[in-house]
């Protein structure tokens, strides 16, 4: 794996179910719930755990996305995260370094704090509830 990181079968499996999910944002829920429909007797307590050390290893990244739970993904490089109040999806954008973003917020640092990491999370509506806000308005609701 990578960083020649030890990993369990359950983190295997979990990483495999992150690398296929490309881009979403999946709930310990979820995961667990795709283990399970693969035939996978697991408990979901046992992927709790997993997805903490696959956190601490730094092979999994915890996001919270205005929500009380967290949504998990591969790491890698940082990205933007679109997240509509209205229904609450997640749409990643920009997956690379942004360099006019971070290079700002850098510059503002200097040498009192190095970026290790960095996510950006963006809240509005998406296109579908733009148009129902839109919508309820001109109707007077």
Not at 86 to 102: F, H, M, P, S, V
Request: charged letters at 25%.
């Amino acid at each position: 794996m990578k960083n020649q990181i030890k990993t369990s079968k359950a983190q295997r499996s979990i990483l495999e179910i992150l690398e296929r999910a490309k881009g979403k944002h999946l709930r310990a829920e979820e995961i667990w719930q795709s283990l399970r429909s693969q035939g996978r007797d697991i408990h979901l307590s046992t992927v709790y755990r997993s997805l903490q050390a696959l956190t601490i290893s730094g092979l999994v990244k915890r996001n919270y996305l205005q929500e009380n739970h967290a949504h998990y993904e591969l790491a890698g490089t940082p990205g933007i995260h679109l997240v509509c109040s209205g229904c609450g999806q997640i749409q990643e954008i920009g997956t690379a370094k942004e360099d006019n973003i971070l290079g700002a917020v850098e510059k503002q640092l200097k040498d009192r704090f190095t970026v290790i990491d960095w996510q950006m999370q963006l809240t509005g509506h998406c296109a579908k509830c733009l148009d129902r806000v839109r919508n309820g308005a001109a109707h007077g609701r």
